[in-house]
């Protein structure tokens, strides 16, 4: 058995303000509440390994990983992939971005599979990551509206 989940929101800001502050790792735990500290590790072209350490868990227990990320400015999307995928078999994440009226849909899909042993199984986390990533959507899309609304109330001329 696998995994599936798909999750998108639309922002009001424009596609290259969206793009800029949801591709900008090193300020991921300014803009997810999940993410504790991100350390860029390699950088080759497009491609980004990151390990991604997360605020300890209800018992406690602090998960990290390391990741890779190939961005696609040009063709609006990212493809990532857990290189350390710790309780889960794989973990594939695609990132699209389309403009929309009113401003950015992003769309986040999510195809894994848990490991045998794995603490959760593939329908637990399906809804895990189902119900977290709406709580994150939500709390991005704020943020940068937010910043969009500052850039926009700052270029504009005082009578």
């Not at 696998?2 to 502050?21: C, F, K, Q, R």
């Not at 803009?31 to 868990?57: I, N, W």
């Not at 992003?106 to 199984?121: L, S």
């Amino acid at each position: 058995m696998s995994g599936h989940t798909e999750n998108e929101i639309t922002i009001a800001a424009p596609l290259d303000l969206v793009w800029d502050m949801t591709n900008d790792l090193e300020n991921w735990p300014q803009l997810f509440s999940e993410y504790a500290a991100v350390e860029v590790m390699k950088r080759e072209g497009q491609k980004t390994t990151f390990r991604l350490t997360m605020h300890p868990d209800d018992n406690g227990k602090v998960w990290s990983w390391v990741s890779e990320r190939t961005t696609d400015r040009q063709g609006r999307n990212v493809v990532a992939r857990r290189v350390e995928p710790g309780p889960f078999q794989h973990m594939d994440i695609r990132w699209e971005y389309s403009e929309v009226p009113g401003g950015t849909r992003m769309h986040w899909r999510q195809d894994f599979a848990m490991r045998p042993d794995a603490p959760v199984d593939d329908a637990w986390m399906t809804d895990n990551i189902n119900r977290n990533s709406r709580v994150q959507l939500e709390l991005i899309r704020d943020k940068i509206e937010q910043r969009d609304r500052e850039r926009r109330s700052a270029s504009v001329p005082a009578n």
